[in-house]
């Protein structure tokens, strides 16, 4: 389990794109779940829909690329501060089941499928109340910085 003092050791996203609020399973070289709570007051809505509010669909890929980057950094034991970043390079089959709107708790989950030359492949899935709201192939790239 890991809070969000915990999450911005491993992230380098703070407000407004800091987007997992907490981890309640992470197993290394394996698997995270994680979730954002999703309120009124995320400043996209503001101009997203506003008469009908809806996350917008890149920001949950987003959400579940940073999930998958605190999976990749703890299994590789780093943090961005030992001079290494966890760049977002691509992403695959990305399906939208579902909206993501003001109230949700969005489940992010992320397995490891590969890991190649520091090139790591991830598959991902954003559920609400278990529900499919978006699924995708994620790749992460690890770089010094």
Known sequence: MMDVNEIRQYLPHRYPFLLVDRVV???????II??????INE?????HFPNHPVMPGVLIIEAMAQAAGILGFKTMDKKPEDGS????VGSDKARFKRP??????????AKIVTEKRGIWKFECRATVDGELACSASILCAD???
């Open 43 to 47: 400043p996209f809505f503001n101009g």
């Open 85 to 88: 970043i966890y760049y977002f």
């Open 25 to 31: 399973e992470l197993n290394l070289n394996e698997s």
């Open 143 to 145: 770089r010094k910085i």
């Open 34 to 39: 994680a979730y954002k709570n999703v309120t």
């Open 100 to 109: 993501v709107v003001p109230g949700d708790r969005l489940q992010l989950e």
